[in-house]
């Protein structure tokens, strides 16, 4: 320490690869997800580097973004369905940034969408990739904390576990108790976690056009479903699955059998829902669908962003 | 789709604006620069260097300064920065042995070749606030009297020990052993011991202080002795292959800890001292010692020892060590989660009212106020 430290600080230390990973990182990141697919649900270990967002954040659906990303690409990120959330927005400002690639809100228009905790309502295609950002991905951590019992029980196919805990929600509430980050079976083998959506998404994840992609950065693990694999969320024959419906539609654009989230507006109970999916909300509204809520002063204040679009 | 999170671009950007100002603070008062804090907040800057694992005393300073003095905030911007950087190969076994001494303590020995040495330490200090130091000018400091000059070999302390045979060996690995690295390789399970002491290296320090104290106060006790402690400078080398011999690329300054422990033997070894190993960047001595502990504790299965306590629970201490991935995913609580939440209200309602209507079938008269859901009086 006896040179001036600052001294020692580069002037070439400033500069990033395209997509923030150096070359080698996303040939090993690639391998993983070549493995993944190979072995739908399997959950493929991988050395899950650093990332400049902090771990929890969708350090490991950025990285895998990042290994299949090209130029050519065009990335929308969603967070609880919205482009506009605030970690939708600094993952999307990333890219943006590290790799320069267009970016859209629009389902449609995207050949790579990253996301979190919800698959978009409008049916993907065999061009587009999903990516998910997964906490995590072991389905059986909440029932054996420990990954050496749990890979063992993956490998000897042994679910019984999950089995009984969903039998157990039955004779306790009469029905299964698990709402999100519902389990799967994939492909007839692995019971897969598919990461925190809302289980009203897993009919989507089966026999899904577009390959999806789950990349949990913390727990170093990768795992795939292939386009067109069979996946089943798990029930009995007594009780099977079924998923949330809501009895109204979409206050805003009057959308039904899509997810919505309950908008409080005021402290007497006054409470409105709305598409979880802003994009699929705001294409419905250009088309002339208005819901029952549109003209109310209050749904004026939460399609603000679509007023800001058309302006 | 809610105003809240409407406009989050502009949000994140005058979020950005208002942290940056409040870093500065007051511009009446001068700005700190990375030279100050790298010459006078060297602990700090060593302990970033530890968690942040990347020996840069000036990049650690600098992290320091951006994080406003979050020292995990600063690690994790030295991490993120390190897993950039190209890796050339992994350097020689650095050999403390030769190490140029600034402190060198022994718990267990009065004297022993080579002495020992205090150097700059808050032992023995009286923890009384210094209230010249707020003052200006603190002045010139006084001369320090060194009594013998050191040599430049320092035995260790375990190896005078070692020819007896009352102290277990190091275990010497073979040359052709692969380097375990779990900053290449997903950390799994079972872990080797090099596994472990690079994870517990990177460990938080406050988790590894407590996990050896949780050892000290009975759940899994290990009886240690502080073996030795010393810090100073070492040199570290690189096998070149293009020239056949080792290159000196630099020296760092580290902390070693050998802790013994008393060990009554088992029915693989008979009774002798084992021994728990810590070494980190600069000079973070509390860790060190936590660090030689808990690595002591993780060694039970090789002893054929008893697993009582948290502290030996290799997969337990392994995986929570880590306060990047800690802090991230504690603090991701914070991005919104109204999508499941949603999913939750619906579940919860619904067994609500499963349960308010098998209570009211069980007591017709029951009467229930459902807007509070308190029950009336009885």
Redesign the interface.
Known sequence: ?TL??????APD?GS??FA?L?EQTKRMIRRAILKGIAIPGYQV????????M????G?GGVQVTAAILGADDTLKVI????D???????IR?FFEKTAGVATTTSTEDASIIQT???IPEMALNSNQILVFQV?IPEPLRFLEP???ETRKMHALEEYGLMHVKLYEDIAK??HI?T???YPVEVNGRYVMDPS?????DNPKIDNMEALQLYGAG?E??IYAIPPYTKVKSLDFDDYPFEV?SFDKPCGLCNAEGV?????ILDDKGGRMF???D?DH?EERRANGHLGPMAADPAAT??S??TQEKGQ | MYVAVKGGEKAIRNAHKLLAKRRRGDTSVPSLTVDQIAEQLALSVARVMCEGSLYDEGLAALAIKQARGDLIEAAFLIRAYRTTLPRFGYSETLDTAKMLIERRISATYKDLPGGQLLGPTFDYSHRLLDFAMAAENEGALDAVESETPLNEGMPRVTDLLSDEGLMEADPLPEASDAVGDLTREPLSFPADRDLRLQNLARGDEGFLLSLAYSSQRGYARTHPFTGEIRYGEVEVEFFAEELGFNVKLGAIKVTECQMVNQFSGSAKSPPKFTRGYGLVFGQVERKAMAMSMVDRALRWEELGEEQTAPVQDTEFVLSHSDNIQATGFVEHLKLPHYVDFQAELDLVRRMRAEWFAARDQQDPYAQTDLETGKEAAE
């Open positions: 320490m001036p430290v600052s001294k020692s600080i230390e990033y690869n923030y150096d270990p991988f050395a899950s580097r650093e990332m400049p902090p771990y929890g954040w350090t967070d609880q369905g919205s506009d959330t605030t970690n939708a927005v600094a400002g979190r905790h919800r906490p420990r990954e050496t509430n009469g108790a709402t999100y980050a925190p959506t809302p289980k009203f913390r170093k693990r949330q997810y919505l989230d309950e908008v709305v598409c979880s802003s909300c204040l939460l603000g962003g």
